[in-house]
């Protein structure tokens, strides 16, 4: 998303047949590729992309992500959706050794150094998958990171939608709206691990990290709250899918597929087979023109970027995503893990991420093809179920049988972890400092969400809602310091501390929309009784267009 494009004018015919033209040869040549055996193997690398939030001295969102970059010099920080948000890119690692806690030392210190700049403009940095004092105020086209490829990507999926994005999620509140932009997207942040492939033992693995991550999502979500109500575990994961879905009603009877999604069913062959489906089923967003020649590169020995497959791909958000690169002129090929959500804290994050490459890579080892021994449908059910309900989800596995997520996890999901970080001579305190996190956060059912939750119960009425949120975000900043797990943590204080009550600038930070009217031809006995019964001293007045006449 941080890629800089040069979309060609709206809607222009010719250019989409000619980057069409482009990315047909790009995946022609990929095939070749893989035919050729010019993708490398043989090498095991990790990565991470980590997103965060810049709130204000009220914890608020702060929209200074562009003073902040450019404080940090730019690279390895890039821009995101919103001026509210940043990211930064870790460099690829090979899996060995201390590769885990190596990665918790980057991380922190990319994270710290992200802070300082922050400070230096009032801000600060927060890791979390969404932010609780988030507004639909704060999704105005005013906060979007001023980068011709955002306004390309708003214009581009609001011309497929033809009309406002409607959000609905149901949880113990529902959330029922309408937004007119791409920036509902710009509400979630995630880490986004990385794990190099062999090309021809892609099929295989991606289909175990299809299966695995719905476990490893129970046992990591971060984001329950969204403007305000209490909706899934991991409310990410509906939020991300409906804010950029482009179907109309009448192609959602057709079951056409979602942009952003996990998938139909396993993957039979190679990461090919992937892009062959996305391109059956999506229209590319951008339309850019394309100078490299993917074929003739090939002919002179050359190894091309495949840039129109890469622009395509960008725009396809699978919670487990295939990426071509090349680095150092060596083409390799990636599953990118996209559904972890960001914090609690780092340590969190690593543990997050150390999980899922030893899920995958141990149950290789253990169950080898895993499409022949559990259904998709299964696998696809698993972590929706963890999305909506995290360490409360029932997870069916390979034996056929449903079980509780945590009893899964324990005995069976960090075994294999274990086991698959050892074939790799990661270092054995790694393993147990990581998998230890994930084990003490499973044994005591203190995900993230689960904090969050717990710590909105002890608040209760104190305060108003946005008060609320408000300390739920300054607690996190300020345990997100110590960088100790979250279930080690204590429930967030309530609301009290009037130097971040006094920041509050929003008319809606005052005022509730939990209201209690009357019709304008109900009996004023009914006012008298409930302004008795409700302790209340105004009631509006509406028509049956439920318009405001009166008070």
Known sequence: MGREVNPTPEGSPEAQRAFTRAL????????????????????????AEQEMFLVDSGFHPSCTGGEVRERLGGAPFTPELAKFNLEVNLDPSMLRGSVFSDLEQAFLTRVRQASEAAREEGAEVVLTGILPTLSMTHLSLDNVTPRQRYFALNDSLNRLRGGAWQLRIDGVDELLIEHDSVMLEACNTSVQVHLQVDPDEF???????????????????????????????????????????TRSA??????????????????????AEVYHEDLARFRSLFAEEVTEDPIAMLDAGEIPKLSALGLFNSTIYRWNRPCYGVGDGVPHIRIECRALPSGPTVVD?????AFWIGAVLGAREEYGDISQLMDFDDAKANFFAAAKLGLRAAQTWTDGESHPAPRLILDTLIPLARAGLESYRVDAEDIDRYLGVIHDRVKTLSTGSRWMMRSLSGMKDTGTRSERMAALVAATSELQQTNQPVHTWEPAPAPGAAAWRQSFERVEQYMTTHLFTVNEDELVDLVAFLMEKKSIRHILVEDGAHNLVGI
């Open 24 to 47: 047909l040869r790009d995946i022609k040549a990929l095939e070749r590729m893989l035919d050729e055996g010019l993708i490398e193997t043989g090498m095991r690398r990790i990565g």
């Open 203 to 245: 099929a295989v693995l991606y289909n175990i990290a299809q299966a695995v991550t719905g476990p490893v999502l129970a046992a990591s979500v971060n984001s329950p709250l969204l403007f305000g109500k209490r909706l899934w575990a991991e409310t990410r994961i509906a939020l991300f899918q409906q804010s950029l879905d």
């Open 250 to 271: 009448e192609l959602r009877t057709r079951d056409v597929t979602t942009r952003v999604n996990f998938g139909e069913d396993w993957v039979k062959s190679s990461v």
């Open 349 to 353: 994050e690593i543990a997050n991420t």
